[in-house]
């Protein structure tokens, strides 16, 4: 090794100095060098003198990003390093010199940092641990060894670039280093980005046995909006979420749903964490900036076991390429992840789409309302059907902005029916079929237009069971790993009463999108349509966690309990004022209990409680009642009125647990036949 006087300069800001301590201490304990400056009062000409003597005479210079750099845009340590970067300046490209680490959960593309931090490899320390890998990575960048490119570089040219000055002394490292440590200095090389990872031994524990995340799964994190303006978050998570899609088109790839991806959005959660809690062994981050019809996408793809960068691109288009950019996007990470590709996943990309950038801004702007309104704020749907409709004044063909007018007029019209307005319901659900069977003619490969013709309009707009089923069938034969085409179809298989199937599709979904809160609920509806209270039991704090002041919880606790034979938990639930119930799901719940416990008059109360609250619409909630009740008389003339009123509620008619009593009784198997329920 060269002379180690003052080998290494740890720069870092004054709130990380336990962290850059740890880091030197390790360094120092290996016979390395390092001037850490940890003097409480930096000022004046000899001291600052002597800050440029150091960085003039280091050899390797270590900057330490963190949440405290990002929070201080102005401080010495920005002094040392720019002081640092004029001194690379000089430097030949072979040579390294800037060594930037992590002590935290930062990510390099929001890291405030000079650019030529970012032309060189990072390397995450959490919290300064410094583990033997990376001082032995130290001793190698010090050594006088020359360098050699490796014998095994990669073919593909066009994935290279020329090699930075870290990736270089990576290549020493491949000689000189034991097998390990070479795989830890090699992970980095041929990269076309900036990764940052991590070294082998916490790369190894965390890549143990207890996490075997299933091959070719991969999660897309929400991109960063680099444009400077806070009102294009919308765009740069509508590409996100487009890109999610996009992937899922592809059958060899585990992708996980959106919602589970964009759950991590603003928190400082390292990408191996994420990983495990979404059971992925990939994750595909980036940035987004877009400048009129211009847009630049940074994409790059990371070992979530180990923290190397896998494969990155920079894209510049034009934004009425967008759905080209995000087929390309797609098929060169299923290439890295070794998917095999069947030559049609352009077309089903791109299926439903627009090249008008206009149209295309309109229904991102769309889709940012309707999911934020939950499909429950009338205001926030009728703004995305605003912006729907604009999207397709722009573009007459666009099919996805179709599909969505149809999903946003369904909800509308499901209101309009629980509020007894039948005509407007009607006529609202007319529109939604009208705009559903447009998306399937302008687009009859895209599964999202078939979903809402099938599950949003047929189903609860009409009760057209048969046509319904048709159209889930042929969703789910276009796009079997998009997770919402799945969650859809397990809750059409279990309206049908297929409940093992059901259960089975329903819980794969909830494995591709597991901090969804909505797929996590259903599946405790459909394990109670199994009778696997026991196991309603078991989701419910994990459900909880998702949403703790859920106020469904509470009512599928205690009708768990309730189909056990335990109504004396139940009524514990249900009784609570503090449990966060609706006031008629409350009165419905006490209904069931009084009831089982022998309180008639009681179980009577509620029920009238429940029918002021509710009025007509609530028939069929009734029916259910009566049913557990044992009168079958009075629970079917509720079913009959809910047929009238044609409530959406009546679609559950086969999978509902309530109605088990009333079954065998001849007039609910004719109502069974007119609905004309698939078997």
């Known amino acids: 090794m060269t002379d180690p006087s003052h080998a290494v300069f740890l720069s870092y800001a004054s709130q990380d100095a336990q962290a850059a301590q740890r880091i030197a201490e390790t360094l120092r304990s290996a016979g390395i060098e390092v001037f850490l400056d940890q003097s409480e009062l930096r000022g004046g000409d000899a001291w600052d003198q002597k800050i440029r003597h150091e960085i003039q005479s280091c050899v390797l210079f270590i900057p330490v990003v963190s949440r405290h750099t990002q929070e201080r845009l102005e401080g010495y340590f920005r002094h040392e390093w720019k002081l640092a970067i004029e001194r690379a300046h000089h430097m030949a490209e072979q040579k390294a010199f800037l060594i930037p680490i992590v002590v935290d959960g930062t990510r390099d593309q929001e890291a405030l940092v000079p650019d030529a931090f970012r032309s060189v490899q990072w390397t995450r320390l959490p919290n300064g641990e410094t583990p033997p890998a990376f001082v032995e990575r130290i001793q190698c960048l010090l050594s006088p060894v020359p360098v050699r490119e490796p014998a095994n ?27 390990g440590a ?15 990872v991590s070294p082998p031994a916490i790369a ?15 999660a897309v994190l929400p991109f960063v909006n680099l444009s400077g303006d806070p009102r294009e978050e919308y765009f740069s998570d509508g590409v996100s979420e487009e890109l999610v ?37 990939t994750i595909l981050e980036g940035s987004i900036r877009r400048s009129g019809n211009t847009v630049r996408i940074e994409a790059q793809l990371i070992d979530a076991r180990s923290g190397f960068l896998i494969w990155s691109q920079d894209y510049d288009r034009d934004l009425k390429n967008i759905l080209a950019l995000q087929t390309e996007i797609a098929t060169r990470v299923a290439a890295q992840l070794r998917a095999r590709l069947l030559g049609d996943e352009a077309a089903a990309i791109e299926a439903g789409g627009t090249r008008n950038p206009q149209a295309y801004d309109a229904y991102l702007r769309g889709l940012e309302r309707f999911d934020g309104s939950q499909m429950t704020d009338e205001a926030g749907v009728r703004a995305a059907l605003m912006l729907y409709d604009r999207a397709i004044s722009l573009d007459p063909g666009y099919a996805a902005a179709y599909a ?25 659900f007319m529109q939604a079929r009208a705009a559903a069977e447009k998306a399937v003619r302008l687009a009859p490969d895209f599964a999202d237009g078939h979903v809402a013709l099938g599950w949003h309009v047929l189903l609860f707009g009409y009760f057209d069971f048969q046509s319904a089923a048709r159209e889930m069938s042929r969703a789910m034969s276009l796009a079997p790993g998009s997770v919402y085409v ?13 409940q093992r199937a059901a259960l089975r599709l329903m819980q794969q979904a909830v494995s591709l999108d597991p901090q969804n809160f909505d797929y996590s609920r259903d599946l405790l509806w459909i394990l109670a349509g199994n009778h696997r209270f026991t196991d309603v039991l078991a989701e419910v704090p994990r459900v ?39 006031d008629d799901d409350r009165a419905h719940c006490l209904a069931l209990v009084y009831h089982v416990l022998g309180r008639g008059a009681d179980a009577e109360a509620e029920r009238k409680k429940l029918q002021a609250l509710e009025g007509d619409p609530g028939a069929y909630d009734y029916a259910c009642i009566y049913a557990q009740w044992g009168d079958p008389e009075l629970a079917l003339r509720w079913l009959r009125t809910a047929e009238s009123l044609r409530i959406p509620d009546l679609v559950f008619l086969r999978s509902d647990w309530q109605l088990d009593p009333i079954r065998g009784a001849p007039e609910f198997k004719a109502l069974e036949r007119r609905l004309d329920i698939p078997l």
């Open 153 to 179: 570089a990669l073919q593909d040219l066009s994935l290279r670039r020329p090699y930075s000055s870290l990736e270089r002394s990576l290549a020493v490292a491949a000689g000189v280093a034991a097998l």
């Open 182 to 196: 070479a795989a830890y200095f090699l992970a980095g090389k041929f990269r076309i980005s900036k990764p940052i």
């Open 204 to 218: 190894a524990s965390l890549a143990s046995a207890t996490f075997n995340p299933p091959p070719r799964s991969i």
């Open 245 to 281: 899609n996009a992937l899922s088109q592809i059958q060899a790839l585990r992708v996980s749903a959106r919602t589970s991806s964009f759950s991590f959005k603003g928190k400082e959660t390292d990408v191996r964490t994420i990983a495990r809690r979404l059971d992925v062994g």
């Open 404 to 428: 969505q007018r149809a999903r946003a007029l369904s909800a509308l019209a499901r209101d309009q029916a629980y509020l007894e307005r039948l005509d407007r319901s009607k006529s609202l």
């Open 486 to 498: 799945l969650r859809t179809y397990a809750s059409f298989e279990e309206i049908l009463g297929h």
């Open 544 to 582: 909880r966690q998702l949403r703790p002041n859920s106020y469904e919880i509470p009512l599928y606790v205690a009708l768990a309990y309730l189909g056990m034979g335990r109504p004396q938990q139940a009524l514990k639930v249900c009784g609570s004022r503090s449990a966060p119930l609706e």
